[in-house]
């Protein structure tokens, strides 16, 4: 009996809060630090929390594919991307099937592949299409990739789509850090299935808001996993405000760019950086999780990669520049104190 539940796992590591209080600069999670957006707050505020919401959601739907340009039956409500992850997987990967991911894939998706007993493999962007074999059913990329920052051109991005409806298999494009960038918007193709999870642009992950655009045929198999009203009233008002939300954006993201690079200069003095335009970079350290953990004991948190498969790699997110200040000043303490062993 046991063989046909899901295997009870520990949860995938992430940045940001943990069980233990913590007080100081958190340089681990990679949202908007000028958030957070002024007119979804409204909308937050604003949201019936008295009544049971639609539970369809109908009028949220149809104002997030007017602004897509999408069809309403294809569009996904989520309280997260990771919930979306999730159901993705319970859907479409089914047990001994194989999860293609282009570098390492977001943890929760990882964890939901483990927890209906499929594999993940691991490929780099010059060999993905040849990966794209029988058994292969899910192929994931971020768009901008995290932690590396490797995006895909639009050409890359129909080529892999297309490889994956001959092989009969789906290409989710997790776009959680794409309006950072100038990467290209994913094409309108029955493979892909787009992830886009707002809150980090708009300074607000607390929330939770997620969609994700696809098919009307996927997007039918991903509500037949959520619940009636699955989306709080909130959540729901902070997507249905979205397309009103761009002069925060358009304000404060040159700023985030910005910052990023000035913060990326600053860092490259002490090993090779890695940036591409995102809000995180990624700095060389040797041992990075004792130097992170050096960081914390004295109120700075950062995030090791060793998850991603990089050891000797910190990833850090942009702050205000004040408080980037202190994150250089405190690693050059560190570092100069030969605590990264």
Sequence with gaps: MTDLLPPLLPRAPHGGPTSRTFAGLDFSVNANPYGPNPRLVEALRDADHAHYPDPGYADVRARLAAWHGWDADGVTLSVGASDLLHRLARACLPPGRTLLSVHAPFGELARAAALVR????????????????????????????????????????????????????????????????????PPAHPAVVRVLSPGKAHGLVGARPAYALASPEVTARLDNLAPAWHLPASTAAVLAALPEGGSFLAQTLPQVAGGARDLAAALSTFGPVEHHGTPYLTLEVGDASRVAAALLERGVR????????????????????????????????????????
């Design 118 to 185: 499929a594999g993940v493999e691991v490929t780099t962007p010059g060999r993905v299409v040849s990966k794209i074999t029988p058994g292969v059913v899910l192929v994931y990329v971020g768009h901008p990739h995290n932690p590396t920052g490797h995006a895909h051109t639009a050409q890359e991005l129909l080529t892999l789509a297309d490889a994956c409806l001959a092989a009969g298999a789906l290409l989710i494009v997790d776009e959680a850090y794409a309006p950072f960038t100038a990467a290209p918007i």
């Design 302 to 341: 950062v995030r090791d990669c060793a998850s991603y498969g990089l050891p000797d790699r910190l990833r850090v997110s942009t702050r205000l520049p004040e408080e980037n200040g202190v994150l250089v000043r405190t690693l050059a303490e560190i570092l100069k104190g030969g605590e990264d062993g």
